[in-house]
């Protein structure tokens, strides 16, 4: 599986786990201690990620949780560019994902901002011209599975095979990627939307299957419904169900943890590297 991406001409290897976190610029994300709306929250909330270990840090100005409220695109540029102004005069060479499906949104933390990577959790369903737009900006586009919108996904669970009609999806949309000249795909199956519980696990239990594209594997499942259903709970609740599946991603292949806490990502990570270096043959 391919063990690298390319930021800014550098490489950064993804051979050993890294974590991304998460700093959403909403007021509605699904965890409510994710959200970050004052300079001094964005700060603050960087500053810990960098120093708990984070790699890569998400900017997000609309929530794609079910049933979130529509934001306007000059409202998410709004958002998002105040973000990444703040972050961008303390933290000249953080790399930086723009968690958008947009692509003037993107063309513009990119081009304005030097934003490294677009994370679109759309894949390109929602805006036609985010694949061409992130092939001429030459970053990672981070490649996610998902149905509808936020208003509608969670209607659009109907699966033959979750895994199979995934892996469809990703072949012919990294195929089209690939065409025009993107380099760096990042993918992600896209746990909690368009799936239920149940194909969240299918999806999770199969993950290697997604091995065969050669592109390092995202896994984002923090304090998702997959978790605090099952176990009756809040997402508030849901870090100790979080750790437990961020190790399994690890165990099935997962290069990129996206979360929302990372010092407890990063734990996951230092044991599960300890445990894979005691078992060797």
Not at 31 to 53: K, M, W, Y
């Given at each position: 599986?391919?063990?690298?991406?390319?930021?800014?001409?550098?490489?950064?290897?993804?051979?050993?786990?890294?974590?991304?976190?998460?700093?959403?610029?909403?007021?509605?994300?699904?965890?409510?201690?994710?959200?970050?709306?004052?300079?001094?929250?964005?700060?603050?909330?960087?500053?810990?990620?960098?120093?708990?270990?984070?790699?890569?840090?998400?900017?997000?100005?609309?929530?794609?949780?079910?049933?979130?409220?529509?934001?306007?695109?000059?409202?998410?540029?709004?958002?998002?560019?105040?973000?990444?102004?703040?972050?961008?005069?303390?933290?000249?060479?953080?790399?930086?994902?723009?968690?958008?499906?947009?692509?003037?949104?993107?063309?513009?933390?990119?081009?304005?901002?030097?934003?490294?990577?677009?994370?679109?959790?759309?894949?390109?369903?929602?805006?036609?011209?985010?694949?061409?737009?992130?092939?001429?900006?030459?970053?990672?586009?981070?490649?996610?599975?998902?149905?509808?919108?936020?208003?509608?996904?969670?209607?659009?669970?109907n699966y033959q095979s979750?895994?199979?009609?995934?892996?469809?999806?990703?072949?012919?949309?990294?195929?089209?990627?690939?065409?025009?000249?993107?380099?760096?795909?990042?993918?992600?199956?896209?746990?909690?939307?368009?799936?239920?519980?149940?194909?969240?696990?299918?999806?999770?239990?199969?993950?290697?299957?997604?091995?065969?594209?050669?592109?390092?594997?995202?896994?984002?499942?923090?304090?998702?419904?997959?978790?605090?259903?099952?176990?009756?709970?809040?997402?508030?609740?849901?870090?100790?169900?979080?750790?437990?599946?961020?190790?399994?991603?690890?165990?099935?292949?997962?290069?990129?943890?996206?979360?929302?806490?990372?010092?407890?990502?990063?734990?996951?990570i230092t044991l599960f590297?300890?445990?894979?270096?005691?078992?060797?043959?």
């Open positions: 599986m391919k063990s690298f991406i390319t930021i800014n001409g550098k490489i950064l290897d993804v051979s050993q786990p890294i974590v991304m976190a998460i700093i959403n610029i909403t007021p509605d994300s699904f965890f409510s201690g994710s959200r970050h709306c004052t300079p001094e929250n964005i700060l603050a909330a960087t500053q810990r990620a960098v120093d708990f270990g984070a790699t890569i840090i998400d900017i997000g100005g609309y929530s794609t949780r079910p049933d979130a409220n529509f934001v306007s695109e000059k409202e998410e540029e709004k958002r998002v560019c105040k973000a990444l102004d703040i972050i961008r005069w303390r933290f000249p060479n953080l790399p930086i994902s723009i968690d958008t499906f947009r692509s003037k949104i993107a063309q513009k933390a990119v081009n304005d901002f030097h934003a490294n990577i677009i994370n679109d959790i759309s894949g390109g369903e929602l805006d036609n011209k985010m694949f061409q737009t992130s092939a001429q900006l030459n970053v990672p586009y981070i490649l996610t599975h998902s149905r509808g919108n936020s208003q509608t996904m969670q209607k659009l669970t979750a895994t199979k009609e995934v892996l469809d999806f990703f072949i012919k949309k990294t195929n089209e990627l690939q065409q025009l000249g993107m380099k760096d795909i990042i993918i992600d199956p896209g746990f909690g939307f368009a799936k239920t519980v149940a194909q969240n696990y299918e999806l999770l239990k199969n993950l290697r299957t997604f091995e065969i594209l050669n592109m390092p594997i995202l896994g984002g499942i923090s304090r998702k419904s997959m978790i605090y259903k099952p176990l009756q709970t809040t997402p508030d609740l849901a870090l100790n169900g979080t750790s437990i599946l961020n190790t399994l991603l690890l165990r099935e292949g997962a290069s990129i943890l996206r979360v929302h806490d990372v010092k407890e990502a990063m734990e996951a590297k300890l445990f894979q270096e005691n078992t060797k043959n």
